[in-house]
């Protein structure tokens, strides 16, 4: 693994580079560090040139403002890593807020991407009336405003299915830690009031792919993925495990994004080169 820091408009980004072939970029939701994704990338880099990072103001970046976060700016961050340390070209994985922000760069810088894949992206606008989980990011900025950071944050982490059975690493923890007040104050507005621009990612000239994974069914910020690929006309897969099964579990979830993205890389239809090729 080799890492080094971005400059980009405003901030430096601290990215990681593992493998080699088609690059894919990861992109983490709350908390924004590039450690969720360090067992996955790990499995991944014998196939592509995984780059994982952290978002702008979050943990080893800079670019902390007072400023609320605005997703086409983070879209603009992947663009700007793409361009970077990818050639101009990459396959795209988002989780959470990540998958939010992997939708406005498909949509915003569609040159960039060779397909997408957006894992639970929380698209409140997405639920139906009466769904108690539209108001998700509005009672969330109100624990934060009535109680601080660390009650909002500990709130946070409860409403995600499986957190609390396993534990995180602990720099990813101090970090996450960390991050709690810029995602709070900073970020959850931007994610809460996001809606995709359905035309540009109905126009898109690479596959998406959307998806939740296999414990998180009928629960309300897994079912927004279902009905953007409904309203996209794309396909939708599951996932193996929770909302973030790639940091207890990165090899089986890992195996899932390999499928998928080999076959956006390749083709459906096709064999990629270094199979039909023993020598490589």
């Not at 139906?128 to 109680?147: E, Q």
Request: net charge negative; no cysteine.
């Amino acid at each position: 693994m080799s890492d080094g820091m971005l400059r980009v408009d405003g901030a430096e980004l601290y990215y990681e580079i593992r493998g080699s072939g088609p690059a894919l970029l990861l992109i983490s939701g709350a908390g924004g560090d590039a450690g969720y994704f360090s067992g996955m990338a790990e499995e991944l880099a014998d196939a592509f040139t995984v780059i994982n990072y952290d978002r702008r103001g979050n943990s080893r970046s800079t670019g902390r403002v007072a400023a609320p976060m605005t997703v086409a700016q983070q879209a603009s961050d992947a663009r700007a890593l793409i361009d970077a340390l990818a050639g101009g070209r990459a396959l795209i994985f988002g989780n959470s807020g990540g998958a939010i922000i992997g939708l406005a760069l498909a949509a915003q810088h569609p040159e960039v991407v060779a397909g997408l894949i957006a894992h639970e992206p929380p698209i409140v606008s997405l639920l139906p009336d009466g769904d108690p989980h539209r108001d998700f990011f509005t009672d969330l900025a109100k624990r934060y405003a009535d109680s601080g950071a660390e009650a909002a944050a500990g709130q946070f982490v409860q409403s995600v299915r499986g957190e609390g059975t396993y534990a995180w690493p602990d720099d990813l923890t101090k970090r996450f830690l960390d991050n709690a007040d810029h995602l709070l104050s900073r970020e959850m507005a931007a994610f809460g009031g996001f809606r995709p621009d359905e035309a540009a990612l109905s126009a898109a000239p690479f596959p998406i792919v959307l998806g939740a994974g296999s414990a998180d069914r009928g629960l309300s910020y897994a079912r927004p993925s279902i009905e953007l690929a409904r309203r996209l006309g794309v396909p939708w897969a599951e996932f193996p495990g929770i909302h973030l099964e790639f940091i207890p579990r990165p090899a089986l979830f890992a195996a899932a994004v390999r499928i998928l993205a080999t076959q956006m890389h390749s083709g459906a239809a096709a064999v990629p080169a270094h199979w039909e090729n023993p020598a490589r």
